[in-house]
């Protein structure tokens, strides 16, 4: 049995390094202060063709399609926009005080493509939607999120593109220009392009393969269709973003895939050396209409997505250790099979006290259990036998100084609460080689790169 073209198992250091990133995602998200959503994976097909729009990639060739046992059309969620959208219209949230309802969610996502490097067809996004605010301060914070997140993740080859799409006035009447430009090339373009002269003219913008063709190059630019106000917005954007300190490009060429955008697009690429073609990270813009094409009362609102498997491709790219060591704080080992049940006892309640711990499972003799401790990278290994249980006086080694100390049973949490605590501060002025101040808690502050 093999799983399925397009999809990935997870297990071992792939593992941690997504609940790494799960974690700090969470951890930024109620710093800005955001709720946490989840919609069902699968939804109403028709939920997709109106939200998404007929015209996209997603909707026309890459959903995954299935009729359920009742004959309705469903379709396994190809973004996490069109859910959240129907979701806040179903649950009436337009209805509380406290606007904006800024929201985020992760989960999987199903499209079905050709995959490769950057490209499955189940994969992971995380994404927020915001509600109900039209200010440009609400773009930037948007944009800030993805930014701050790949800095923390010490992230460097990072480049922000933005556009403005303009209101729908603007969309019409470039829609006008850019047919009337394109109709003497149509022999040029690529069939998908002529199918988007028809449809969709702005998405010709987006084409990959006819990118560098001088017909292209020389289209007429959004900017000069755009509306005073659309102006407006889009100089408050990159007002914001210089307040944030947050650099940016701006690219003409930017409309994204997607139907419902208006006013702010953004991307957020990988700019690193032999990334490869997949190199959009995350993706975003604001959305005015979609909440009332979704038969919601008007509600302006703008979000974005990223994706995980990209971000990991980024961090390996860039050689970026992250701090998710796995260790084990305390291995227990019982020296004979009578003090098997008391080593079980003590794990649990050395794990309740806050401990990572672990013990033997195997009926291991001692050199095999001091050898199963090395390989799980253990701190301290507590020895228990008969005098031990006697006594209530246990053995503690230290596995890494192999230093040993008889410890009394009642004392063992402050014990290993203490000495932990030293080698954390050990390990973080070696960062800084003692040079510098540590604020001997938490971080360094040496400012220096940390080692
Ligand atoms: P692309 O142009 O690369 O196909 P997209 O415009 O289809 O991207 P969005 O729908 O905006 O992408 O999704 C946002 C993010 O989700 C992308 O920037 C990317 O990181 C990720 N993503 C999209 N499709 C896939 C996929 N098939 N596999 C892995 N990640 C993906
Ligand atoms: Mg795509």
């Given amino acids: 049995m093999q799983k399925p073209k397009g999809t990935y198992d997870v297990y071992g250091k792939y593992g941690e390094n997504i609940q790494?990133?799960?974690k700090l995602l969470s951890a930024l998200m109620e710093k800005y202060h955001y709720e946490f959503v989840r919609t069902p994976i699968f939804e109403a097909s028709s939920l997709f063709h109106r939200g998404v729009g007929e015209t996209t990639d997603i909707v026309s060739k890459e959903t995954y399609d299935f009729k359920d046992r009742g004959n309705r059309d469903m379709t396994l969620r190809p973004e996490g926009t069109a859910g959240?959208?129907?979701?806040?219209?179903?649950n009436k949230l337009y209805t509380r005080a406290n606007m904006p309802v800024k929201t985020w969610y992760y989960g999987p996502m199903f499209r079905y493509e050709r995959p490769q490097a950057g490209r499955f067809r189940e994969f992971y996004q995380f994404g927020v939607e915001v509600f109900g605010s039209e200010s440009a301060m609400m773009d930037a914070e948007v944009?800030?999120?993805?930014?701050?997140?790949?800095r923390l993740l010490g992230l460097k080859?990072?480049?922000?593109?933005i556009n403005s799409l303009g209101d729908k006035e603007t969309r019409e009447n470039y829609r006008e220009a850019l047919k009337k430009h394109f109709a003497p090339y149509l022999e040029d373009l690529c069939s998908d392009c002529r199918e988007r002269f028809e449809k969709n003219p702005l998405r010709i913008l987006d084409c990959k393969v006819d990118k560098e063709k001088e017909c292209m190059v020389h289209a007429p630019k959004l900017s000069d269709y755009l509306s005073e106000t659309a102006k407006a917005h889009f100089k408050e954007v990159q007002q914001y973003l210089d307040a944030l300190n947050i650099e940016y490009e701006i690219d003409e060429h930017l409309v994204r895939g997607l139907d419902y955008y208006t006013y702010t697009v953004f991307e957020v690429e990988a700019d690193i050396k032999d990334f490869g073609s997949n190199n959009v990270l995350c993706a975003g813009g604001r959305y005015n209409h979609l909440v009332e094409n979704l038969d919601g009362p008007s509600t302006p609102g703008v979000g974005f997505a990223l994706g995980y498997e990209r971000i990991l491709n980024a961090i390996e790219a860039e050689q970026i250790k992250l701090d998710n060591e796995n260790q084990v704080?305390?291995?227990?080992?019982?020296l004979s099979e009578h003090e098997k049940t008391d080593a079980f006892q003590l794990t649990q309640t050395l794990r309740m006290n806050g401990f990572t711990v672990e013990t033997d499972y195997l009926n291991r003799n001692l050199k095999g259990n001091f050898k199963q401790a090395d390989r799980l990278n253990t701190k301290f290994v507590i020895l228990i036998g008969e005098n031990e249980m006697k006594d209530h006086i246990y053995t503690i080694k230290?596995?890494?100084t192999k230093e040993e100390y008889q410890i009394d049973q009642d004392y063992i949490v402050m014990f290993l609460d203490e000495k932990l605590e030293e080698t954390v501060l050990e390990e973080e002025h070696s960062c800084c080689h003692g040079d510098h101040h540590c604020d001997g808690?938490?971080?360094?502050?040496?400012?220096h790169e940390h080692e």
Avoid: M, W
């Avoid at 080859?157 to 593109?161: D, E, L």
């Fill in 398 to 400: 230290n596995n890494q």
């Fill in 329 to 334: 704080d305390a291995y227990i080992i019982p």
């Fill in 143 to 150: 944009i800030s999120i993805p930014v701050t997140f790949f």
């Fill in 441 to 447: 808690k938490n971080h360094c502050q040496c400012h």
């Fill in 20 to 22: 790494y990133l799960e």
């Fill in 84 to 90: 959240v959208v129907r979701s806040f219209i179903e």
């Fill in 157 to 161: 080859g990072i480049k922000v593109k």
